[in-house]
């Protein structure tokens, strides 16, 4: 396969954070299950303070290890290791992932027999077995983030009708076509990735593979998935405090409604973001009355006292 491209046919990019123990996790099960002719690997250390990329370079010298002075954000760090990348195909994939199955080289013959897709993912599940229903999704919508807001995704969330954005119903043992393909676990050729410019550097984290998928779409790829290429992904390991990442996430998901959506939608899906924090600091008000803890309560009263950061002016880099 090497030599059919005359070059690596996969240059892997993994974006490393305060999660040394589970990057070093996900190294171990990417060199065991893939055959190491295949890629080249680029880590980019986005200025851990845990000591990761000194464990990456004694563990894993083969690798490419970039170390950032500065914390880049998700979609700055990979902008950096594309430029290094040399495979024909990128391969964006999480540090809080662990690799089964051959999972990367079953994702890239998925790509090579659907050329015309584009960009391609494959399916998540947590350590348990459990479907992680994150790995793919459908564009946001006036409807979609009415359904989130109001809490009707949550109590039906295996209907497509109340669940549109995250394919309610839908168990991901099938191929199928996207709108966007999440960015744990991600690839595409490397001359898409040039023309579309990478990420979008105003998303610091958060919603940049939406924006790049939903980028792409426009130009009339068709993001597309697969069952036979499985991978464990743990979720937000590299970001502990709920209420902070719930203010980055309505941070960016503004800024993708700014860019992708028509100023009537924009508009709505902005009034839902309140009501779906009205909604929930509703609810959580209520357990605590009950006395069934005061943490989610924190964790929404603190969203709604930072509203100004996600209904704020939009600059470029203001997502993180």
């Given at each position: 396969m090497t030599e059919q491209y005359g070059q690596r046919a996969l240059s892997i990019i993994i974006v490393s954070y305060n999660t040394r123990e589970l990057t070093l996790d996900c190294l171990r099960s990417l060199h065991a299950q893939t055959d190491r002719s295949l890629y080249e690997l680029i880590v980019v250390d986005n200025c851990s303070s845990d000591g990761s990329a000194d464990a990456i370079a004694h563990e894993f010298p083969d690798a490419r290890l970039v170390r950032s002075p500065a914390n880049l954000g998700f979609a700055g760090a990979n902008?950096?290791?594309?430029?290094?990348?040399?495979?024909?195909?990128?391969?964006?994939?999480?540090?809080?992932?662990?690799?089964?199955?051959?999972?990367?080289?079953?994702?890239?013959?998925?790509?090579?027999?659907?050329?015309?897709?584009?960009?391609?993912?494959?399916?998540?599940?947590?350590?348990?077995?459990?479907l992680n229903p994150a790995s793919c999704w459908a564009k946001p919508g006036a409807w979609s983030l009415f359904c989130i807001a109001t809490g009707l995704a949550k109590v039906f969330r295996t209907t497509t009708l109340f669940n549109p954005e995250a394919f309610?119903?839908?168990?991901?043992?099938?191929?199928?076509?996207?709108?966007?393909?999440?960015?744990?676990?991600?690839?595409?050729?490397?001359?898409?990735?040039?023309?579309?410019?990478?990420?979008?550097?105003?998303?610091?984290?958060?919603?940049?593979?939406?924006?790049?998928?939903?980028?792409?779409?426009?130009?009339?790829?068709?993001?597309?998935?697969?069952?036979?290429?499985?991978?464990?992904?743990?979720?937000?390991?590299?970001?502990?405090?709920?209420?902070?990442?719930?203010?980055?996430?309505?941070?960016?998901?503004?800024?993708?409604?700014?860019?992708?959506?028509?100023?009537?939608?924009?508009?709505?899906?902005?009034?839902?973001?309140?009501?779906?924090?009205?909604?929930?600091?509703?609810?959580?008000?209520?357990?605590?009355?009950?006395?069934?803890?005061?943490?989610?309560?924190?964790?929404?009263?603190h969203v709604r006292s930072q509203s100004r950061e996600w209904h704020g002016p939009l600059q470029p880099g203001d997502s993180r």
């Open positions: 902008n950096v290791a594309a430029r290094e990348a040399t495979g024909t195909y990128l391969l964006l994939l999480n540090p809080d992932t662990v690799v089964l199955d051959r999972a990367v080289e079953r994702l890239l013959a998925f790509a090579q027999r659907t050329p015309d897709a584009g960009i391609w993912g494959g399916r998540t599940q947590f350590a348990d077995g459990r309610g119903g839908w168990d991901r043992s099938t191929e199928r076509q996207v709108d966007i393909v999440s960015g744990c676990f991600l690839m595409l050729r490397r001359e898409l990735w040039e023309s579309l410019g990478g990420f979008d550097p105003a998303f610091f984290m958060y919603g940049e593979e939406a924006d790049l998928c939903l980028r792409a779409g426009a130009q009339g790829v068709r993001p597309r998935v697969t069952p036979d290429a499985t991978i464990i992904h743990y979720g937000g390991a590299s970001e502990k405090a709920r209420a902070d990442k719930l203010v980055r996430l309505f941070r960016a998901k503004r800024l993708l409604f700014e860019r992708h959506l028509t100023p009537a939608s924009r508009w709505w899906c902005t009034r839902m973001l309140d009501v779906w924090v009205w909604t929930r600091l509703s609810g959580a008000m209520i357990a605590r009355m009950l006395g069934r803890g005061t943490a989610a309560w924190k964790t929404w009263a």
